[in-house]
């Protein structure tokens, strides 16, 4: 006998919270596992340089496809929030606007980077053969810029219609295709890298049109394109809800920029080429964290609107524990598979091998921290707190990581990079907790929310 689906407004206890959030967890791997997959085959296929490029690239191409996560987190907390507060049309509305804006952006993002991508990488350091690779993987990946943008929106908005389980068919549709077109490509058409990127770009663009055509017809989950006029306030409060992941994400991809310069000038290319491998298996262990806070957004906005702060507690509680159970299983496989990981991508060098299993070691005791503050981050946003969310991102990923990458090098050089990343997570988690703390009232207590005198009013009758 099937069970029975699960609905936004449902009591969630640990093991319906991991039975509803698993598809956005998973969802949320295969799609970071785009560019791991691009690094396995060019690193081995392509060449070191190549290899190299691809990573100092990405930071860029990740910076311009932000603006789907924001619209996602934002938009879906806010959408979810209404749905509690029982205006499904409205809600409607507010997605069709959303989803409609976003491709509008992606459009000028695409051809705003198409020219400005080479001068960008010149000034971060890249040259001759390197510069170019830069460039021509780059601009490939801008072609599915639009569709990506959506295809990060629509994970979002797949958990805020109860449907979290297409989502991830779709994410598993254009992983698969993703892999399958990166093997012939570039292992049996010798295409190189412009196989690998253009395996990328058509991966993305089945991921944005497919939930696109879903939604616009007639299906059975709460969301449905149509008609939308300027929402000027949903767009604000969209913004703002989901700044923290644009923030997050631009951070990311900025500090990234600064860990392969930083590379560059104390390393080499071989540094950046092993600071590649530590971000591919980041990419996909925080995948998980974010698929998880990505996942119970919606549930806790909805909870947020329909004012129910007990089942708030609870979310906050049992997520916590989940948590520190994915860090520790996360530590331990870090350790465990750090020298196979660094074979595969880069055991034809003895040398560079050596420097990445190194830096591994050192990087694996980020993962015991990182999710603490990813979920307190989504937790706030999902609370429609946007600037506390906000701030969170922006302290990890920006201020700490940052002034780490730039310091501690001068103190321990090499070595200091790649302990920079574990001073900036025990940093964060401090912070998380402090907000956390002080903010109890935010999900403790309705005492400010807006609902506060209609609940009076019902309690009173």
């Known amino acids: 006998m099937s069970k029975a689906p699960i609905q936004l407004s449902d009591h969630f206890t640990c093991g319906r919270l991991l039975r509803f959030t698993l598809p956005s967890i998973i969802m949320m791997i295969f799609t970071s596992g785009y560019s791991v997959v691009d690094g396995f085959f060019v690193s081995n296929y392509v060449g070191k340089t190549s290899f190299a490029a691809v990573n100092f690239i990405m930071p860029v191409l990740m910076i311009l496809g932000t603006l789907g996560f924001m619209f996602g987190t934002g938009g879906s907390a806010l959408v979810a929030k209404t749905l509690g507060e029982g205006n499904k049309e409205k809600a409607n509305r507010i997605f069709s606007f959303l ?39 780059g601009r490939i990946i ?27 068919y779709v994410s598993i549709i254009c992983g698969v295709t993703n892999m399958v077109l990166d093997a012939l490509l570039v292992a049996v058409f010798s295409l190189g ?74 390393a080499g290319e071989d540094g950046v080429a092993a600071y590649g491998v530590l971000m591919y298996v980041s990419f996909t262990f925080c995948a998980a964290f974010m698929g998880y806070s990505m996942g119970t957004a919606p549930i806790i906005s909805y909870h947020f609107g329909a004012v129910n702060r007990d089942e708030l507690k609870g979310l906050l509680r049992r997520s916590l524990k989940i948590i520190s159970v994915f860090a520790i299983v996360m530590f331990g496989a870090s350790l465990l598979l750090a020298k196979p990981l660094s074979m595969l991508f880069v055991g034809y060098d003895k040398e560079l091998v050596k420097l990445t ?81 002080n903010k109890k009232s935010k999900y403790g207590s309705i005492n400010e929310h807006p609902n506060t005198v209609f609940v009076k009013m019902h309690k009173s009758g």
């Open 142 to 168: 801008l072609i599915a810029l639009p569709t990506f943008i959506l295809q990060m929106e629509f994970q979002s908005f797949f958990v805020a219609a109860e449907k979290p389980d297409l989502g991830l």
């Open 357 to 437: 299993c190194h830096a591994f070691y050192i990087f694996s005791f980020s993962f015991l921290m990182s999710g603490f503050s990813i979920f307190a981050s989504g937790f706030f946003t999902a609370l429609n707190d946007g600037l506390t969310s906000a701030l969170i991102s922006f302290l990890r990923t920006l201020v700490f990581q940052i002034a780490s990458v730039l310091l501690l090098p001068m103190i321990w050089g090499t070595e200091g990079i790649w302990a920079s990343i574990l001073v900036a997570e025990f940093m964060s988690v401090v912070i998380s907790a402090f907000f956390l703390v």
């Open 99 to 137: 989803v409609y804006f976003a491709s509008g952006c992606g459009i000028v993002l695409m051809f705003l980077g198409f020219f400005l991508i080479r001068p960008l990488c010149a000034i971060m350091g890249a040259e001759g053969e390197m510069l170019s690779d830069c460039v021509t993987y």
């Open 193 to 266: 890298l412009q196989g690998a990127a253009w395996a990328t770009a058509i991966s993305e663009i089945l991921g944005g049109v497919i939930p696109f055509i879903y939604f616009s017809r007639k299906n059975k989950s709460l969301l449905r394109l149509g008609k939308a006029k300027f929402d000027k306030f949903a767009l604000i409060r969209t913004c703002t809800n989901g700044s923290s992941e644009l923030m997050s994400n631009i951070s990311s991809s900025i500090v990234g920029m600064f860990y392969n310069m930083q590379l560059m000038k104390y």
